[in-house]
């Protein structure tokens, strides 16, 4: 059983920056890939990004790439989605989530393949 609790949403103008950061309990963060899920209003919950076990690998949906960044401590239970050039269309509440159903240094893209999901932040872009 793992617990995940995310921080770091907020609003902020489109071209700004935010830094979501999930810490999850317990001892076996480094054997759970993480990955990073977002629902827009109105919508169903859509992958943004993950990150291997070791931080080896990395996938994102298209319309992130080169904007976010996800990245990984494992001595500090910490996964983190570092989000530049912020558009309206970012607008949502994201979710962190771990999943030991990936092979090593492998990422995945379906939601189903996620076992444990944090609470949820909220981040808000204005136009």
């Known amino acids: 059983q793992v617990q995940l609790v995310e921080s770091g949403g907020g609003l902020v103008q489109a071209g700004g920056s935010l830094r979501l950061s999930c810490t999850a309990s317990?001892?076996?963060?480094?054997?759970?890939?993480m990955g990073w899920f977002r629902q827009f209003a109105g919508k169903e919950r859509e992958f943004v990004a993950a990150i291997s076990r070791g931080a080896s690998h990395r996938g994102y949906i298209d319309s992130v790439e080169g904007r976010f960044t996800i990245s990984r401590d494992n001595a500090r239970n910490l996964v983190a989605l570092q989000m530049n050039s912020l558009k309206p269309d970012d607008t949502a509440v994201y979710y962190c989530?771990?999943?030991?159903?990936?092979?090593?240094?492998?990422?995945?893209?379906?939601?189903?393949?996620?076992?444990?999901w944090g609470q949820g932040a909220q981040v808000t872009v204005s136009p």
């Open positions: 317990g001892r076996t963060f480094g054997t759970y890939a």
């Open positions: 989530a771990a999943g030991r159903t990936f092979l090593p240094d492998t990422v995945g893209r379906e939601a189903n393949l996620y076992e444990y």
